[in-house]
C-alpha cells in the first residue's frame, strides 16, 4: 500500500497506470512484479507518454523530485535549441501537465529549466518567486535570501517546497528572510 497515492482507490478488473520497480520469475514459473504510482518513475513514465518531444529524445527529463500526491519538481533541458523544453511538458493552456497531474490525483507538478550551475539551478528550482540574493556555502549549502513576505512560498506547506527544491539540485538550501 505504500506504493499507492493517498487518492488511488481501485477494485478488481480497474485498469491502473503505474511504474514497474522489479520483477521476479518465481520457481513455480509465476511472475511477481513489484509496482508503484509513487515513485519518480511514475511521473517521468506519464511525461515521456504524453509529451512527444520527450518520447522523440528532443527533451531530456534531467531530474525528479517528487513528495507523492502532494507536489513534484521535474527539470528539464532541450536537445533542440529550437524548443522551449518546459512551455513543451507544459503543453499549450497547461494541458499536458493538467492531464498528468490529473492521473496523479491532482498532485502539483512544478516544470523548472535544468542547469549545470547549482546556484542557477536553484533558482530555476524556485520558479518566479523573488530571491534576493544567492550564495554557495563553504559546506555546499546554497543560501538563498528571499523577502520576508515570500519566506512561507519558498518554504511550502511543512518544508515542501524547500525540500522538493533540494532534492531536485543535490544541495542544501537554507531560506533567510531579509528585511
Do not use: T
Not at 511477481?32 to 507518454?49: H, K
Request: aromatic share 4%.
Amino acid at each position: 500500500m505504500k506504493q499507492l497515492l493517498k487518492s488511488d482507490r481501485y477494485h478488481v478488473g480497474d485498469i491502473i497506470e503505474c511504474h514497474v520497480l522489479s520483477s521476479q520469475i518465481k520457481a513455480s514459473g509465476h511472475l511477481l512484479l513489484s509496482l508503484s504510482r509513487c515513485s519518480p518513475g511514475m511521473l517521468e513514465g506519464l511525461i515521456f507518454n504524453a509529451v512527444p518531444e520527450v518520447e522523440e529524445d528532443k527533451i531530456e527529463i534531467c531530474k525528479i523530485a517528487r513528495i507523492a500526491s502532494v507536489r513534484s519538481k521535474v527539470a528539464v533541458r532541450s536537445k533542440d535549441p529550437n524548443i522551449d523544453p518546459v512551455g513543451a511538458i507544459i503543453g499549450f493552456k497547461g494541458k499536458r501537465i493538467s492531464e498528468i497531474s490529473r492521473k496523479l490525483g491532482g498532485e502539483r507538478i512544478d516544470v523548472v529549466l535544468y542547469n549545470e550551475d547549482p546556484l542557477i539551478f536553484a533558482i530555476n528550482a524556485f520558479g518566479g518567486f523573488k530571491i534576493l540574493g544567492i550564495e554557495e556555502q563553504e559546506n555546499q549549502e546554497i543560501l538563498v535570501r528571499v523577502p520576508a513576505a515570500s519566506l512561507p512560498m519558498f518554504i511550502g506547506v511543512a518544508g515542501s517546497n524547500v525540500n522538493l527544491a533540494s532534492n531536485l539540485v543535490g544541495r542544501k538550501i537554507q531560506i533567510v528572510a531579509d528585511n
